[in-house]
């Protein structure tokens, strides 16, 4: 039996349908990625809710490095004061500006108290020595400020006593069109008097991503803005800076939670 030739006709390639598609799918993707990112974010916004902080652990490890001065330094010298750390990667400069300007920040709020540390130590040692480090504080206007301290140690060490001890997370992972990637996360923690690592912890990125997915939602698809009450979210930096004011009060008041 002889076989039927079947002649397929070309696809119809009209540049202006073809552009009109690719816009419609990229918009459907942005407002799907928005939905999705936004509503994971909200979830994890609401451990910061609470701003009454709670103890996490006490760092009864002693950490050694050395700071901006090159001089050494270790976690005995924040004893009987409050501390604010946040881990550090210079070349992530645009990962660290929301913390490093709420630090800043907090510390010309209270320029006179001496019982306020702010503590960074550098995830990538080999990059960030002294000399780098103190230049970054005299970007931030403080390096003549003594309360400061930017340490340097081997890079084993500073990765494990920041993730195990203080337990900040330093990297996260975050999906793309690619596929899932890594990059620097740039948090918040507090430590008490009693070297109590306290909860919550802060990332404010995370607040700026929310307020413009919040922001986003709003321009782009309002019906479902208005079901994740997005809304209240596009101020959600602001709000974060509010509750890290409110979790140092507590914290001189001693007013904490169990943990």
Same mark, same amino acid.
């Given at each position: 039996?002889?076989r039927q030739t079947i002649h397929l006709e070309p696809a119809e390639r009209d540049p202006a349908k073809l552009k009109k598609t690719g816009l419609s799918i990229a918009v459907l993707?942005?407002?799907? &990625?928005?939905?999705?990112? @936004?509503?994971?974010?909200?979830?994890?916004?609401?451990?910061?809710?609470?701003?009454? =902080?709670?103890?996490?652990?006490?760092?009864?490890?002693? @950490?050694? &490095? #050395?700071?901006?001065?090159?001089?050494?330094?270790?976690? +005995?010298?924040?004893?009987?004061?409050?501390? $604010?750390?946040?881990?550090?990667? %210079?070349?992530?400069? +645009? !990962?660290?500006? +929301?913390? %490093?300007?709420?630090? #800043?920040?907090?510390?010309?709020?209270?320029?006179?108290? *001496?019982?306020?540390?702010?503590?960074?130590?550098?995830?990538? =040692?080999?990059?960030?020595?002294?000399? *780098?480090?103190?230049?970054?504080?005299?970007?931030?206007?403080?390096?003549?400020?003594?309360?400061?301290? @930017?340490?340097?140690? *081997?890079?084993?060490?500073? !990765?494990?006593?920041? #993730?195990?001890?203080?337990?900040?997370?330093?990297?996260?992972?975050?999906?793309?069109?690619?596929? =899932?990637?890594?990059? @620097?996360?740039?948090?918040?923690?507090?430590?008490?008097?009693?070297?109590?690592?306290?909860?919550?912890?802060?990332?404010?990125?995370?607040?700026?991503?929310?307020?413009?997915?919040?922001?986003?939602?709003?321009?782009?698809?309002?019906?479902?803005?208005?079901?994740?009450?997005? #809304?209240?979210?596009?101020?959600?930096? *602001?709000?974060? !800076?509010?509750? $890290?004011?409110?979790?140092?009060?507590?914290?001189?008041? &001693?007013? $904490?939670?169990?943990?």
């Open positions: 039996m002889a993707m942005i407002i799907g &990625g928005v939905l999705v990112t @936004f509503a994971y974010r909200l979830k994890h916004q609401s451990d910061e809710q609470d701003a009454r =902080p709670h103890v996490v652990q006490r760092l009864t490890e002693v @950490f050694f &490095g #050395r700071d901006q001065n090159n001089k050494a330094f270790t976690t +005995e010298q924040l004893k009987g004061k409050t501390t $604010l750390f946040t881990p550090l990667s %210079l070349q992530e400069g +645009e !990962r660290m500006k +929301e913390s %490093l300007g709420a630090m #800043r920040d907090l510390s010309q709020r209270f320029p006179d108290d *001496e019982n306020l540390l702010f503590l960074g130590i550098t995830v990538n =040692p080999e990059a960030d020595g002294p000399d *780098e480090l103190r230049h970054l504080l005299m970007e931030l206007g403080v390096a003549d400020d003594s309360r400061w301290f @930017f340490v340097q140690a *081997e890079e084993e060490a500073a !990765r494990g006593y920041i #993730r195990h001890k203080i337990r900040a997370e330093f990297k996260e992972s975050v999906s793309s069109l690619e596929g =899932p990637r890594e990059r @620097f996360r740039s948090t918040l923690v507090f430590i008490d008097e009693n070297l109590h690592v306290l909860a919550p912890m802060f990332d404010l990125n995370l607040a700026r991503e929310v307020a413009d997915d919040a922001g986003r939602l709003l321009a782009e698809d309002p019906e479902e803005a208005r079901r994740l009450n997005a #809304r209240e979210r596009v101020d959600d930096v *602001e709000k974060a !800076r509010a509750r $890290l004011d409110a979790v140092l009060q507590y914290i001189r008041e &001693g007013d $904490l939670k169990e943990g």
